[in-house]
């Protein structure tokens, strides 16, 4: 009986009503240049052809898995395909993102060489209509994180490649160690289950290339939700909880990243879902709006973040939140709307 092999990567893909542009997804996973993986496809209660798309590359590909189940949200999704994975590693892509064919094998020889607890590379940021916005590069090192030292994490942070789970690869034993699974929450899962992983990592390392290509598509990713505000106050307290590890003589970066992650939410993620949504009224978004403004923990974090007067993004746009004006932010956000040319 011949001994079956242990894949070195798994590569998990929650899919989810994802037919238009999964093909792309799965073409980039099964032509990669490095072989010994296994593709693990989780369809997450599809309504369109996702499903059948799924079946019908594993009958192709042995190296493929597919598992169907009712809708549960990505979060759940993910920790479906962590059950059924067998990899030395693990790697999360979205179904409507694709991997430069060399991702895998230039992974695993930085994983070979360094053994990190993570590994972090670059992404291309690509628009709606299929062109490159931005390309995000890690620093090419290693970031040795440990209980006593370890303000070096938000070097890397900081230059964005921190907030998503899709530009970095997993030892499965660090996270069946530490106990990490997606929580089922309706927004950021990944930055919740990032934050726990960065709270227990010892070590990280970096490829200082672009390996994923990350399509935004605004219509399926920035749905409406009532809880919005109420869900990125939480995830935002998990992040100012996470920064209250780190020696204070890193102030200026924790800040940094802080006021980064709070801009994006509260200046352009939650103005814009409310902005965008045609089932509430012009005074119900004004209520939703207004009842950020006089949250609490908002107030909190409002007096707590420094702005930095050399970084003029962030600090005009903190400024803009500062005023606590409904119509300056839906003014910002249709700014935004029209610049990204967002549908609606």
Same mark, same amino acid.
């Given at each position: 009986?011949?001994?079956?092999?242990?894949? &070195?990567?798994?590569?998990?893909?929650?899919?989810?009503?994802?037919? =238009?542009?999964?093909?792309? %997804?799965?073409?980039?996973?099964?032509?990669?240049?490095?072989? /010994?993986?296994?593709?693990?496809?989780?369809? $997450?209660?599809?309504?369109?052809?996702?499903?059948?798309? %799924?079946?019908?590359?594993?009958?192709?590909?042995?190296?493929?898995?597919?598992?169907? *189940? !009712?809708? #549960?949200?990505?979060?759940?999704?993910?920790?479906?395909?962590? !059950?059924?994975?067998?990899?030395?590693?693990?790697?999360?892509?979205?179904? $409507?993102?694709?991997?430069?064919?060399?991702?895998?094998? *230039?992974?695993?020889?930085?994983?070979?060489?360094?053994?990190?607890? +993570?590994?972090?590379?670059?992404?291309?940021?690509?628009?709606?209509?299929?062109?490159?916005?931005?390309?995000?590069?890690?620093?090419? !090192?290693?970031?040795? +994180?440990?209980?006593?030292?370890?303000?070096?994490?938000?070097?890397?942070?900081?230059?964005?490649?921190?907030?998503?789970?899709?530009?970095?690869?997993?030892?499965?034993?660090?996270? !069946?160690?530490?106990?990490?699974?997606? &929580? &089922?929450?309706?927004?950021?899962?990944?930055?919740?289950?990032?934050? #726990?992983?960065?709270? %227990?990592?010892? *070590?990280?390392?970096?490829?200082?290339?672009?390996?994923?290509?990350?399509?935004?598509?605004?219509?399926?990713?920035?749905?409406?939700?009532?809880?919005?505000?109420?869900?990125? +106050?939480?995830?935002?307290?998990?992040?100012?909880?996470?920064?209250?590890?780190?020696?204070?003589? @890193?102030?200026? @970066?924790? /800040?940094?990243?802080?006021?980064?992650?709070?801009?994006?939410?509260?200046?352009?993620?939650?103005?814009?879902?409310?902005?965008?949504?045609?089932? +509430?009224?012009?005074?119900?978004?004004?209520?939703?709006?207004?009842?950020?403004?006089?949250? #609490?923990?908002?107030?909190?974090?409002?007096?707590?973040? =420094?702005?930095?007067?050399?970084? =003029? *993004?962030?600090?005009?746009?903190?400024?803009?939140?500062?005023? &606590?004006?409904?119509?300056?932010?839906?003014?910002?956000?249709?700014?935004?709307?029209?610049?990204?040319?967002?549908?609606?």
């Amino acid at each position: 009986m011949s001994e079956v092999t242990i894949p &070195k990567v798994s590569i998990i893909v929650p899919v989810y009503n994802a037919g =238009k542009y999964l093909n792309r %997804c799965l073409d980039s996973l099964i032509n990669q240049t490095y072989r /010994n993986i296994e593709i693990v496809l989780v369809n $997450d209660g599809s309504s369109d052809n996702s499903g059948e798309i %799924c079946d019908n590359y594993a009958q192709h590909d042995s190296r493929i898995t597919v598992f169907h *189940k !009712e809708n #549960e949200g990505a979060g759940l999704t993910r920790n479906k395909g962590l !059950e059924l994975s067998r990899g030395e590693y693990i790697y999360f892509i979205d179904a $409507d993102d694709w991997l430069e064919l060399t991702c895998i094998e *230039k992974s695993v020889f930085a994983l070979n060489k360094e053994t990190p607890d +993570i590994l972090v590379f670059g992404y291309r940021k690509i628009s709606p209509d299929n062109k490159t916005i931005s390309t995000v590069l890690p620093l090419s !090192e290693s970031l040795e +994180i440990l209980d006593s030292n370890r303000t070096n994490i938000f070097t890397k942070l900081n230059l964005g490649t921190g907030h998503a789970v899709w530009n970095k690869i997993f030892r499965s034993n660090f996270l !069946e160690e530490n106990n990490l699974q997606f &929580k &089922k929450t309706k927004r950021v899962e990944d930055f919740i289950f990032l934050i #726990e992983a960065y709270n %227990c990592v010892s *070590k990280i390392s970096a490829v200082g290339e672009v390996l994923h290509n990350y399509q935004i598509i605004y219509n399926s990713k920035n749905k409406f939700s009532e809880s919005i505000i109420e869900d990125h +106050i939480l995830n935002f307290n998990l992040l100012t909880d996470f920064v209250k590890r780190f020696s204070p003589t @890193d102030a200026k @970066d924790v /800040n940094r990243y802080e006021l980064k992650i709070f801009n994006l939410w509260f200046a352009i993620v939650i103005p814009i879902n409310i902005y965008k949504n045609e089932s +509430i009224s012009q005074s119900q978004k004004k209520h939703y709006v207004a009842g950020l403004f006089n949250n #609490e923990d908002f107030n909190r974090f409002l007096k707590m973040l =420094k702005p930095e007067s050399g970084n =003029k *993004k962030d600090w005009l746009t903190f400024k803009i939140i500062q005023q &606590k004006s409904s119509i300056l932010l839906f003014l910002f956000a249709a700014l935004i709307v029209k610049l990204r040319k967002i549908p609606h």
